[in-house]
Nanobody, 122 residues
């Protein structure tokens, strides 16, 4: 099992910045990538950013150039630096860890954090 704990959410005015953190614990050797998703009220959950083990980061179109994902593999922490925030960035941000490096039904679907709220006011 992998446990994910997000932090860093809050309320900020448009144009401001926030940094989210997600600390992973447990079977971290099973993690094959770290990802951030978000879900706005009444909308589906969408991928914000992803960074695979030893690979390059990828971003959703709506956040390219404004958000940066990074990992500290020694501490098993992934960060999401969010700049030039817009009201449409408002939502609950979830950390996700696919666990393709381990087999077994417990690892088939990866793990999720409980989310952290980000609110951007205009």
């Amino acid at each position: 099992q992998v446990q994910l704990l997000e932090s860093g959410g809050g309320e900020v005015q448009a144009g401001g910045s926030l940094r989210l953190s997600c600390a992973a614990s447990g079977d971290t050797h099973c993690i094959s990538a770290m990802r951030w998703f978000r879900q706005a009220p009444g909308k589906e959950r969408e991928l914000v950013a992803a960074i695979p083990n030893g690979g390059s980061a990828d971003y959703g179109d709506s956040v390219k150039g404004r958000f940066t994902i990074s990992r500290d593999t020694t501490k098993n922490i992934v960060y999401l630096e969010m700049n030039s925030l817009k009201p449409e960035d408002t939502g609950v941000y979830y950390c996700n860890a696919p666990t393709l490096r381990c087999s077994g039904s417990a690892y088939d679907f990866g793990f999720w954090g409980s989310g952290t709220q980000v609110t951007v006011s205009s």
